[in-house]
T-cell receptor, first 113, second 111 residues
């Protein structure tokens, strides 16, 4: 079945450091890929998405490129801020399957001043 | 006001009690979902509904039931709560692009 594997955390960085959170997937169809973010005490909210190969999603300085050849969707940010501290979830939605959204286990990011 | 509203936000109950978590949405989406979040396990799908007459089990539906009372309302029930159902529960809706919109969560503790 479809699955998402993302790097385990927690990840701790200093402010202005470069961030990469790895995400790889397996899917039988042609999935859409998402990154969701969960700030402390809140629900998940969409950070960015990509619906086809080579698409780049971007938002709030974060970027991720849909790489079909490596089945990856790594999240990057060039300079993190304390306010980026949150849990990040990679997810896929396989429209060729049951339309369920499959989540990775989440990566907790802490950014120190 | 939030587009997806869950009640209650926090609930402590005892083993064997019946619990209902309610969800209402103002986004006008047909598709609604109930997820459970546990530390280190991410989110797991409990039930989902494509419309009032179409309800489907997710990967962990045992011990849970749902009711889609209207397009805007989707409730989750635990008929006889047990301690391993202690978790954070999220309701969500989905739009036609596949984006999910989450409520703020309902934290359930079963003693």
């Amino acid at each position: 079945g479809d699955s998402v594997t993302q790097m385990e955390g927690p990840v701790t960085l200093s402010e202005e450091a470069f961030l990469t959170i790895n995400c790889t997937y397996t899917a039988t169809g042609y999935p859409s890929l998402f990154w969701y973010v969960q700030y402390p005490g809140e629900g998940l909210q969409l950070l960015l998405k990509a619906t086809k190969a080579d698409d780049k999603g971007s938002n709030k300085g974060f970027e991720a490129t849909y790489r079909k050849e490596t089945t990856s969707f790594h999240l990057e940010k060039g300079s993190v801020q304390v306010s980026d501290s949150a849990v990040y979830f990679c997810a896929l939605s396989d429209w060729g399957g049951s339309e369920k959204l499959v989540f990775g286990k989440g990566t907790k990011l802490t950014v120190n001043p | 006001d939030a587009d997806v509203t869950q009640t209650p936000r926090n609930r402590i109950t005892k083993t064997g009690k019946r619990i209902m978590l309610e969800c209402s949405q103002t986004k006008g989406h047909d598709r609604m979902y109930w997820y459970r979040q546990d530390p280190g396990l991410g989110l797991r799908l409990i039930y989902y509904s494509f419309d009032v007459k179409d309800i489907n089990k997710g990967e962990i539906s045992d011990g849970y039931s749902v009711s889609r009372q209207a397009q805007a309302k989707f409730s989750l029930s635990l008929e006889s709560a047990i301690p391993n159902q202690t978790a954070l529960y999220f309701c969500a809706t989905k739009d036609r692009t596949g984006e999910l919109f989450f409520g703020e969560g309902s934290r359930l503790t079963v003693l």
